[in-house]
């Protein structure tokens, strides 16, 4: 992992963001300090995920859709930070692989469930992935909520919540889409509580 890269992008966007978005983050201690971790977020804004970024406390393999990898400079950048393409509307077993492989080594993976921005503000439904990498892997799974507008000086709250627990889907063999739709009940009401 290319740790000292990821340490200076995530100082130099926190210096900017922080200030410029009021960054307030809620529910850090909620993130284990080691081992696998799934943080699973609602989608408002292009921004998301280095705001997430910098308000984790460890870094962040975020999985990201394959179309942005392929945007000059840009996508260098973010293969620098570690993240990962995965392509859209099929199912990519080398992106699941890699996801897995994340979990297992105890990193943490960053996922957006609904698989891309709301164009709304309003949470979707999310997608299978989500659900899969919670069953398949014993990562402890934390639902976030971004809270906000994304405008100078207005405030962007970012709450995490307690690791949700698995152990009975797991047990019960739920599938990986109704196991997908409890994270996005938990963020939903990370969401509406924070409102």
Do not use: W
Not at 115 to 134: E, P
């Amino acid at each position: 992992m290319g740790t000292a890269f990821y340490s200076f992008a995530r100082g130099l966007v926190a210096t900017v963001f922080t200030p410029l978005y009021r960054v307030k983050v809620v529910g850090k201690e909620n993130i284990p300090k080691e081992g696998g971790v799934l943080i699973c977020s609602n989608h408002i804004h292009n921004f998301d995920p280095p705001i997430v970024g910098i308000s984790c406390p460890r870094p962040i393999r975020f999985m990201a859709k394959e179309e942005i990898f392929r945007v000059p400079v840009f996508g260098k950048v973010i293969k620098n930070l570690n993240a990962f393409p995965v392509k859209r509307g099929m199912s990519d077993r080398e992106a699941l692989r890699t996801g897995l492989k994340v979990l297992k080594d105890g990193e943490v993976l960053g996922l957006f469930p609904e698989g891309t921005r709301s164009k709304t503000g309003k949470l979707g439904k999310g997608l299978a992935g989500a659900g899969f990498f919670a069953l398949r892997t014993d990562a402890a799974v934390v639902p976030c909520a971004i809270v906000g507008e994304y405008k100078p000086f207005k405030q962007i709250k970012v709450f995490y919540g307690k690791p949700l627990k698995m152990d009975e889907l797991r047990k019960n063999k739920v599938s990986a889409e109704e196991t997908t739709d409890f994270i996005m009940n938990e963020i939903s009401q990370l969401i509406e509580k924070n409102l």
